[in-house]
T-cell receptor
Framework: AQKVTQAQTEISVVEKEDVTLDCVYE???????LFWYKQPPSGELVFLIR??????QNEISGRYSWNFQKSTSSFNFTITASQVVDSAVYFC?????????FGPGTSLSVIP | DTEVTQTPKHLVMGMTNKKSLKCEQH?????MYWYKQKAKKPPELMFV???????INESVPSRFSPECPNSSLLNLHLHALQPEDSALYLC???????????????FGPGTRLTVL
């Protein structure tokens, strides 16, 4: 069975600190897709990144970066120089057929 | 434009009421989804429509009835709900690639439903 684990339930950091959100997944598929979504207090899920299993290149987008390690089945997300607007729940997700399986989420609080 | 709209934003209903949630997208996406999200939990998939046909029903109780009138619209009809059905209901859409794996789902802002 597919599974996504986000071991950190809640994280608090002070503004401008770097923070890494962990994601570990389980799958028997050789081809799969991983996603990160952000859910601010307003409720809307905002897409951040989609990565397929054949592309292990790390990605950077502004203050956001992602580290995909197939050997450890991890897809970690780092926010550099965190800001108050980064406060949200972040979900890691894994594709399964036509569905997406969400992890339990990590609630990030950035304190001014 | 990656916008999915949902109405209403908030809905309060009694257990005997009939109401509908609406979702709309104009991105040309051919797959649309309904999710239910309880507080401090991840979204749970309820239904998937692919090319306007219901392709996945995650054993959702019949008091929830989805409808896809056309490729841009998705409704969720509610009848005889229970208080435990109170949740955030999220709609999403995706391009629906052919053989290219699940495409990115874009979500609407959700409808916050309270059942009294």
């Amino acid at each position: 069975a597919q599974k996504v684990t986000q071991a950190q339930t809640e994280i608090s950091v002070v503004e401008k600190e770097d923070v890494t959100l962990d994601c570990v997944y389980e799958t028997r598929d050789t081809t799969y897709y991983l996603f990160w979504y952000k859910q601010p207090p307003s409720g809307e899920l905002v897409f951040l990144i989609r990565r397929n299993s054949f592309d292990e290149q790390n990605e950077i987008s502004g203050r956001y970066s992602w580290n995909f390690q197939k050997s450890t089945s991890s897809f970690n997300f780092t926010i550099t120089a965190s800001q108050v607007v980064d406060s949200a729940v972040y979900f890691c997700a894994l594709s399964e057929d036509d569905k997406v399986i969400f992890g339990p989420g990590t609630s990030l609080s950035v304190i001014p | 434009d990656t916008e999915v709209t949902q109405t209403p934003k908030h809905l309060v209903m009694g257990m005997t009421n009939k109401k509908s949630l609406k979702c709309e997208q104009h991105m040309g996406h051919r797959a649309m989804y309904w999710y239910k999200q309880k507080a401090k939990k991840p979204p749970e998939l309820m239904f998937v429509y692919s090319y306007e046909k219901l392709s996945i029903n995650e054993s959702v109780p019949s008091r929830f009835s989805p409808e896809c009138p056309n490729s841009s619209l998705l409704n969720l009809h509610l009848h005889a709900l229970q208080p435990e059905d109170s949740a955030l209901y999220l709609c999403a859409s995706s391009h629906q690639e052919s053989g290219g794996g699940p495409d990115t789902q874009y979500f609407g802002p959700g409808t916050r439903l309270t059942v009294l």
